[in-house]
Antibody, heavy 121, light 108 residues
């Protein structure tokens, strides 16, 4: 069974730099692209970033303006999102999601339960 | 960026009724359109990929159709567990992968 478990969320000060993690199990992690998607309270879904199975290729939403960095450690079956210069509008539940193939995220076959990041002083 | 517009915003129906949800793209996305279901407090779940293919384990009462700019998700007979928010998502023109704003299917 595919399982994705996010961690690293919580209360963060404006300007903070948390790192989110997503531990994957139940599939060959390196064979699939992975994404981060967020959902602000009461709002819709926003794709943020993706990384190919090998980690060689990364993709970002322009709206992030270079503040977030996606990475993965295939030896640990773990996906990461380094978030910098956080502001109140980054408050959201952050989901990791598994893509259907190795090279491109395309869509989201499986999702973690999400980790809530609250940016507030 | 491809903008997806979902309608209606809210659909009020009774169990057993047919639900028809619409997703319109600002430019053609061919057949590269997905549908997700999200219940309160839960992560989204993939229902349909590439316009009309049901994801693993999705009941046959869910069906998708359309191509180009106009797509439809149909739930043939609503079950109590189908009351949720539904999102469409495109993968033709990316990055970014984009979602629609969602349609809430509520109990009438």
């Amino acid at each position: 069974e595919v399982q994705l478990l996010e961690s690293g969320g919580g209360l963060v000060q404006p300007g903070g730099s948390p790192r989110l993690s997503c531990a994957a199990s139940g599939f060959t992690f390196s064979s699939y692209a992975m994404s981060w998607v967020r959902q602000a309270p009461g709002k819709g879904l926003e794709w943020l970033s993706a990384i190919s199975g090998s980690g060689d290729n990364t993709f970002y939403a322009d709206s992030l303006k270079g503040r977030f960095t996606i990475s993965r450690d295939n030896s640990k079956n773990t996906l990461y999102l380094q978030m910098n210069s956080l502001r109140a509008e980054d408050t959201a539940v952050y989901y990791c999601a598994k893509g259907p193939i190795a090279e491109h995220p395309y869509y989201f076959e499986c999702w973690g339960q999400g980790t809530l990041v609250t940016v507030s002083s | 960026e491809v903008v997806l517009t979902q309608s209606p915003a809210t659909l009020s129906l009774s169990p057993g009724e047919r639900a028809t949800l619409s997703c319109r793209a600002s430019q053609s996305v061919d057949r590269y359109l997905m549908w997700y279901q999200q219940k309160p407090g839960q992560a989204p779940r993939l229902l349909i990929y590439d316009a009309s293919n049901r994801a693993t384990g999705i009941p046959a009462r869910f069906s998708g159709s359309g191509s180009g700019t106009d797509f439809t998700l149909t739930i043939s007979s609503l079950e109590p567990e189908d009351f949720a928010v539904y999102y469409c998502q495109q993968r033709l023109a990316w990055p970014p992968l984009t979602f629609g704003g969602g349609t809430k299917v509520e109990i009438k």
